[in-house]
T-cell receptor, first 113, second 109 residues
């Protein structure tokens, strides 16, 4: 079975903390994505990566950065967490050209106090 | 970028076909229509996709109108486990991904 795993299901952090969300896929996929999901807004793309060390901004990159040092791992970084970054964060990966089926992880629910 | 419009919620009786509509009137010629669903507390799951022709797989059928301005996802025999939020999205490239708010399908026993 294909697997996308995220480091935590639930995370609570304080305003101003640096937060790392980790995502690992075991399918040798080229592309990886980070989304956030908020009620009434659906899923919104934060960043994506189509190769190691490559990254592209999505719709809402402000306040976030990413790192892809290895093909299987894609990290989302909140340099200084704020309360408006409280959300569900979803990681996904896909194999081929854009638009290929994306496989999602279970999500991390982040609360920033 | 083509965006989609879906009804916020629908009910379907268990065992009956669930027909979920999606409007994408600004779709362009090279944009695919994808359907995903999200069961509570899980990440989204791919269902099916198509460009022009109707498609069928083990989960569902996708009917795309000739002008490609709308489509319908059909779950032929809905079960309680099909209760989920269903997202219709159109894609050309990764920076055009937009999941929207989807349709919450409730399958009723």
């Amino acid at each position: 079975d294909v697997k996308v795993t995220q480091s935590s299901r639930y995370l609570v952090k304080r305003t101003g903390e640096k937060v790392f969300l980790e995502c690992v896929q075991d399918m040798d996929h080229e592309n990886m994505f980070w989304y956030r999901q908020d009620p009434g807004l659906g899923l919104r793309l934060i960043y994506f990566s189509y190769d190691v060390k490559m990254k592209e901004k999505g719709d809402i990159p402000e306040g976030y950065s990413v790192s892809r040092e290895k093909k299987e791992r894609f990290s989302l970084i909140l340099e200084s967490a704020s309360t408006n970054q409280t959300s569900m964060y979803l990681c996904a990966s896909s194999f081929g050209p854009w638009g290929d089926e994306q496989f999602f992880g279970p999500g991390t629910r982040l609360t920033v106090l | 970028d083509a965006k989609t419009t879906q009804p916020p919620s629908m009910d379907c009786a268990e065992g009956r076909a669930a027909n979920l509509p999606c409007n994408h009137s600004t779709i362009s010629g090279n944009e695919y229509v994808y359907w995903y669903r999200q069961i509570h507390s899980q990440g989204p799951q791919y269902i099916i996709h198509g460009l022009k022709n109707n498609e069928t797989n083990e989960m569902a059928s996708l009917i795309i109108t000739e002008d490609r301005k709308s489509s319908t996802l059909i779950l032929p025999h809905a079960t309680l486990r099909d209760t989920a939020v269903y997202y219709c999205i159109v894609i050309t490239g990764a920076n055009n991904l937009f999941f929207g708010t989807g349709t919450r399908l409730t399958v009723i026993p």
